[in-house]
């Protein structure tokens, strides 16, 4: 197991409502990174934190935000849900610019 | 063009079987590049990071080519085990992270 938890692991939602997902990194890590997996594709960069603050941010809108704490666990909230954003959500920790990362097990969303 | 581009397959090979997989990146500053593996409905886990020097683990080589832009896995004696989708990774500013959509493998007794 890499240590990476994510919350919850299952979630249904409808259009329109907002959501908020949660990943405690892995013990030493201070770096997390959120992706997104829709169905047959890899993941998608959303965003990365380092140190409570934004690292670094993909090609998603502004109504994906998200947030580091002070014990570097974090939390990705969505607003405005839309159908198309039902997919695999995952977070990734890792040590500073270190590259390589270790994930949670995902949370998966679905919009109706 | 996507920014990293991979073969989806899938690849049906029997056990035993040697088989390689291709990635091409369009980023030529990208920095560091990993091959991951996912199991159905799991995350990704780390296979191993490439070098230009290409580097071995166990059946598994593999290699960069910086000029050429390309990265490569092979799996060697291949197992039931190794079935998977297999994603490259390449890594570059030291945040963006991209992921290809992936290489399925299936391993047939």
């Known amino acids: 197991e890499t240590g990476v938890t994510q919350s919850p692991t299952h979630l249904i939602k409808t259009?329109?409502?907002?959501?908020?997902?949660?990943?405690?990194?892995?013990?030493?890590?201070?770096?997390?990174s959120w992706y997104q997996q829709a169905l047959g594709q890899g993941p998608q960069f959303i965003f990365q934190y380092y140190r409570e603050e934004e690292n670094g941010r993909g090609?998603?809108?502004?109504?994906f935000s998200g947030l580091q704490f002070p014990n570097y666990s974090s939390e990705l909230n969505v607003n405005a849900l839309e159908l198309d954003d039902s997919a695999l959500y995952l977070c990734?920790?890792?040590f500073g610019t270190e590259p390589e990362a270790f994930f949670g097990q995902g949370t998966r969303l679905t919009v109706v | 063009?996507?920014?990293?581009?991979?073969?989806?397959?899938?690849?049906?090979?029997?056990?035993?079987?040697?088989v390689?997989?291709?990635?091409?990146?369009s980023n030529s500053a990208s920095q560091s590049f990993f091959w991951y593996?996912?199991?159905?409905?799991?995350?990704?886990?780390?296979?191993?990071?490439v070098y230009s020097s290409g580097n071995e683990?166990?059946?598994?080589?593999?290699?960069?080519?910086?000029?050429?832009?390309?990265?490569s896995l092979l799996i060697r004696d291949s197992k039931l085990s190794d079935s998977a989708t297999y994603l490259c990774v390449v890594n570059s500013e030291g945040?963006?992270?991209?992921?290809?959509?992936?290489?399925?493998?299936?391993?047939?007794?």
């Open chain 1, 59 to 63: 090609n998603f809108p502004p109504r």
């Open chain 2, 1 to 18: 063009r996507k920014e990293v581009e991979q073969d989806p397959g899938p690849f049906n090979v029997p056990e035993g079987a040697t």
């Open chain 2, 20 to 25: 390689a997989f291709n990635c091409t990146y």
């Open chain 1, 92 to 94: 990734a920790s890792s």
């Open chain 2, 95 to 109: 945040f963006k992270t991209i992921f290809g959509a992936g290489t399925r493998l299936f391993v047939k007794a």
């Open chain 2, 57 to 71: 683990d166990g059946r598994f080589t593999a290699q960069l080519n910086r000029a050429s832009q390309y990265i």
């Open chain 2, 37 to 49: 593996r996912q199991d159905c409905r799991k995350e990704p886990k780390l296979l191993m990071s």
């Open chain 1, 15 to 32: 259009r329109g409502q907002q959501v908020t997902l949660r990943c405690s990194s892995q013990s030493g890590h201070n770096t997390v």
